[in-house]
């Protein structure tokens, strides 16, 4: 991987208290920064901005050292690290948040290290559009910007994420959020105005039920990979983008055919990190394993 | 089309009442035998078994025979057809069934001309499983045998359900109703039950998300046909099952790839049903329409 293959991502640094049909774990690794880049780490060089609390973990910190993500842009801040509890129903696909304490996280003002600062892939995790925007007026001549986001900054933050949206290439949103931004409830016709506010590429996540990429209104539709036993939904998103955008900042272009090979590596990311609680599924994969469910995803849709 | 292509359909004639974002209409023609009929009739040879009251307009028969379907299995019984009311929200895909009087329909008896006798496929529409029986012991050596069913029949009438899966080649099936019938949530596990009953082919139907084949356990996933407006997704089930059975009864065999084309004319059928009330989008169809979105799904898929 050269220095040219790389990624910027900012976005939460959190403990999970999390509990499915299959278990229970609390203050395990969480947050979207730490999910997309370790998913990305299998593709590309992460760099990784973002704020944690003095209980912070060494050995997290090490961890993500290990699989070459720069943690030169994590903060550690005085004061403990962003804390969410969230409890699974018996259908997976459906999940209550029961706390949400923001803590370090509620003052994050992202510092991007100049060595930083000439990444030509950048991801906005899901925050704040206006600290979204931060990092992008301290970032040079970015190659491809993609974000993600939320219906709570669609709902309360609409003109700062208009501002940001002017400026970014990629966005991944679901079927609700591309409904709340564009006021349309039918998918075409919320691509077309999403392409309309400038947006060359458009990925909508569905979930169990896949993605789909909108290449300036031209359509590729990605299953998901169908896994056995989902046991931890909580980072598959943020799983998926690492897929996406760590592929494609690896290819040594972003044509049309590799946006379509980007969903499937995103699906695919976010079905290994579904299978185990926390970031436990996205650790110890090899090539291989990636490849083989790259074979089983292209095979599921030959005609 | 030679007499050997061809599919006996028994299911439900109705009436509907409808209400949806887009409009309102009253006594319209539908239920699971029309619908299905008049999409596979686009490939095949359709038989049609039902009962319809005394009220049947003698225009819908001669449109259903214009469409070639053969209507000596309609049975026309003195009282009133069965009639069907719902309202779909402003998300469409979410239903009300605001009522449901069987009238004539609450005592149906198929009966199989012995004319229909030896149609070597077979489509079993969404009714009680013993009537459904009834029509499989009235056939000679049928080659595919398909089935429909619901939640109501796994929950009330489940042996005789499973007396009557015994004998199928291909169940077309949701998510939720293969859950209830094989206590299995996760996809891959309930799929891996029903081929145990001894389902050759079971087809999950996403509605939106499109469909799901196994095909002994391989799969192939065919996305929906995206619809810019849809305007009543009534019978959308049944004419994705038309498109699907009609076009593999026209197959000189069941093969894996016709397998796999038969679902995306599943979801061409269901796309041309929903976009307009009743039977309305299914009629006025050419093959070029047809092979028009094909060929846009085909391109869906292509990686």
Chains 1, 2 share one sequence.
């Not at 842009?73 to 509890?85: A, Q, S, Y």
């Not at 510092?111 to 970032?139: A, C, E, H, R, W």
């Not at 940001?164 to 990629?170: E, G, N, R, S, Y």
């Not at 569905?206 to 980072?235: C, M, R, W």
């Amino acid at each position: 991987m050269s220095k040219s293959n790389s990624v910027l991502v900012v976005g939460s640094i959190a403990f999970d208290d999390v509990e499915t049909p299959f278990g229970k774990r609390n203050g395990s690794l969480g947050g979207s920064a730490i999910f997309f880049s370790i998913a990305a780490s299998h593709f590309t060089n992460v760099r990784i901005v973002g704020v944690a609390g003095s209980d912070y973990p060494q050995e997290a910190i090490a961890l993500l050292e290990k699989r070459n993500i720069d943690t030169r842009g994590l903060e550690i801040k005085e004061g403990e690290t962003f804390l969410w509890g969230g409890k699974y129903h018996e259908d997976i696909n459906i999940r209550d948040t029961l706390y949400t304490n923001l803590n370090v996280f509620a003052e994050f003002k992202p510092k991007i290290p100049d060595v930083y600062k000439t990444t030509p892939f950048i991801f906005l995790g899901n925050i704040q559009p206006s600290l979204q925007l931060d990092v992008l007026n301290q970032m040079k001549n970015p190659e491809l910007i993609a974000l993600d986001t939320m219906n709570l900054w669609i709902n309360t933050t609409k003109n700062d994420l208009m501002k940001v949206l002017k400026k970014v290439d990629l966005i991944l949103i679901n079927n609700s959020e591309l409904s709340e931004l564009t006021g349309e409830l039918n998918l075409l016709k919320g691509l077309k105005s999403i392409h309309e506010y400038g947006l060359k590429y458009v990925v909508i996540k569905k979930g169990e039920h896949g993605a789909i990429l909108s290449d300036n209104g031209s359509l590729f539709y990605a299953p998901a990979f169908p896994v056995i036993q989902p046991t931890d939904p909580t980072g598959a998103g943020d799983s998926f983008a690492g897929g996406l955008i760590g592929y494609l900042s690896a290819c040594p272009e972003i044509s049309s055919d590799e946006l379509k090979k980007s969903i499937i590596y995103g699906n695919i990311m976010g079905s290994f990190c579904v299978e185990h609680f926390s970031i436990n599924g996205l650790l110890n994969l090899t090539k291989d394993m990636i490849n083989s469910r790259y074979k089983s995803l292209q095979q599921l849709i030959t005609l």
